[in-house]
Structure formats: C-alpha cells, structure tokens
C-alpha cells in the first residue's frame, strides 16, 4: 500500500538522475572541492556508480575552532538535493543554526530498499551513506559524534533503515512524512533498534497514511524500552489559516538518551511543515505552518551525540 501511493506522487515530479550500474570497488573522491563557506559538491565513485551530494558549509564554519555537526538530509522519491533544499529551506536554516548540511542524491527514483527505491544491487545506497559520511568527516571537519540524519517521504523511509543498520553512525534520526512499521531495516523480520528518534507526519497523509507512521512510531519506542503511553501535547496553532494544528504525543518511559517523539500534523497532509509546498491541495493536502520542521528536527536530534 505505501508503495503504490508513494509511486503515484511520483508521476507528479520531475526524474532526478537516471541510474547506472557498474562492478563494486571503493568510492574515490572527484576532486575540486573547497572548504569555505556555501555550497560544495561532492562526486563519489561508490559501487561502479558515480554518486552526488551537496555540502552546504554555514558562515560559522570559517570561525569555528572545533569541528561542527552535520545533518545528513535525504530527498523523497524524484527529488533533486537543490528542490529539497527550495521546498525546505534546508540550507538557510542550516546557516541560521550553525551546523553542515549535507543532501545526496538518489541514484534513478528514490532511495534503495524502500518503496519506490532502486532495486540494482550493485547501487548500494547504505554503503553509499556510510563512504559519504567518511568523507564530510575527513574533507569538512565534520564531528563524527554528532552526524544526525533525516528524511521526506521515500527518504524519511530510507533514514529508517539507516537507524536500522548504522545506529553507531548517526547520534539521532528524524522522518518527515516517511514512516510505517520496519520500512527500510535489513532484518527479517524487520527489527528496529533503540536509538533518537523523531516523526513527524500529516493525519491526513494519503500517500503514506497516518496509522502507518503512529505504527512506526510505536515500533521505536517499544525497540528503545519506552512504555506504550504517550504525553500528548498540543503546540501553539501559529497560522491559523493553515486549518491544521500540531499535537506531540511524547512517549514516557523512555530509558535516557532513546526518546521517541511523534509529531501529529492534525489536519495535514504529505508535506513538510513550514516548507514552500510544490504539489499542495488536492495532490498532496494541507500544508502547515505552525511547526517549522527544520527547528522541530534540529531541536531534537542536536541533543544527542555518539559515544566511543
């Protein structure tokens, strides 16, 4: 059911990149890369594949005298890093908050192992994440304690299965209009592990629908050790021409450092909050302006860090 509604979005947008298959051997670095502030691309040979992903360096990367945290974002099914980061504003909050963005690209329609994802085996999403995480950390000073990952839509899914498969990678994770019960994790069945996690989801989602994502949820906070309650908390209603509103339910019982969140857009549907809709009304519902998910997101997942 999720992949047949994902796909049916899909043929809303435009393609990103076409795909290409080649024999597996280690990534190698394109060269040309600077390491001031703004934008960078990255070119990474990865599976016999060559891959993309735009670094985003905040002002504050010229002054900082440590290294700073990365958020690894990545784009639902059809979207480019540059239409994430223009329906999002992905980049200029990064600037405002002082952390590295980093946004690959998928390789074909969206991201491997999830609906609507590339099924060559030689593509190797999950590897991709892992040599592109090598290379901000050994390029970009990035901190390798405080790489945090999130996604939309197809990607929101694909995050799952990072938080599945590299919980020793990331320090904490956040989907956004991408979640449902063991999407994306590599187990079977699928199993997912304690760690952060945050979900944000429209209740009137028709391309992922909300029971799935409160499932997934529910999925994490029973991996993390949490109890199956949840404090439930209505945020402040912003916009009030919106006709959505915003309700967290928290689960309690969490042991530290595993919280599980789910943020309830009520009202709303496959979108990202306080973005600049491209597909709204009938396609894709009601937007919402009350929560800024970029500051939801970077609230939660910035509180965490990986230990040795």
């Known amino acids: 059911m999720v992949a047949a509604a994902v796909l049916a979005v899909a043929a809303c947008l435009t393609p990103a ?47 900082a005298g440590s290294s700073l945290p990365a958020l690894f974002h990545f784009p639902g099914m059809f979207e480019t890093p540059e239409i994430a ?14 952390y590295l963005l980093v946004i690959p690209e998928h390789e074909g329609i ?12 030689s593509v ?43 919980p020793d990678r990331f320090a904490a994770f956040a989907t956004v209009a ?17 760690v952060p996690m945050l979900v944000i989801h429209g209740r009137e989602d028709k391309v992922i629908n909300y029971g799935q994502a409160e499932a997934g949820a529910r999925g994490w906070a029973d991996a993390a050790g949490c109890a199956q ?4 908390t209505p945020l402040p209603d912003r916009d009030r021409a919106d006709g959505t509103t915003v309700v967290r339910h928290e689960f309690t019982g969490c042991p530290p450092g595993t919280p599980v969140i789910l943020d309830e857009i009520v009202g709303g549907g496959h979108l990202w909050p306080g973005g600049d809709p491209l597909l709204p009304g009938q396609i894709l519902g009601r937007g919402n302006g ?19």
Do not use: K
């Open 290 to 308: 009350d929560l800024d998910a970029n500051e939801a997101i970077w609230a939660f997942v910035s509180r965490f860090r990986l230990h040795p």
């Open 85 to 98: 980061n223009a329906s999002a504003g992905l980049a200029a909050f990064a600037d405002r908050a002082g």
């Open 17 to 63: 990149s076409a795909s290409a298959d080649g024999p597996t051997r280690p990534g190698r670095v394109g060269a040309g890369a600077g390491v001031g502030p703004g934008e960078h691309l990255i070119r990474l040979r990865h599976a016999g594949v060559d891959r993309h992903a735009v670094v985003h360096l905040p002002a504050a990367a010229a002054l």
């Open 124 to 166: 190797d999403d999950p590897g991709f994440v892992r040599a592109l995480t090598d290379l901000v950390v050994a390029r970009y000073g990035a901190d390798p304690s405080r790489l945090y990952a999130s996604g939309m839509s197809n990607g929101g899914l694909f995050t799952q299965g990072l938080a599945c498969r590299y």
């Open 178 to 194: 991408g979640s449902a019960p063991g999407v994306g994790c590599p187990s079977r069945p699928p199993v997912p592990v304690p």
């Open 110 to 121: 969206g991201w491997q192992g999830v609906p609507g994802g590339q099924d060559a085996p």
């Open 229 to 232: 309650t949840t404090l439930d």
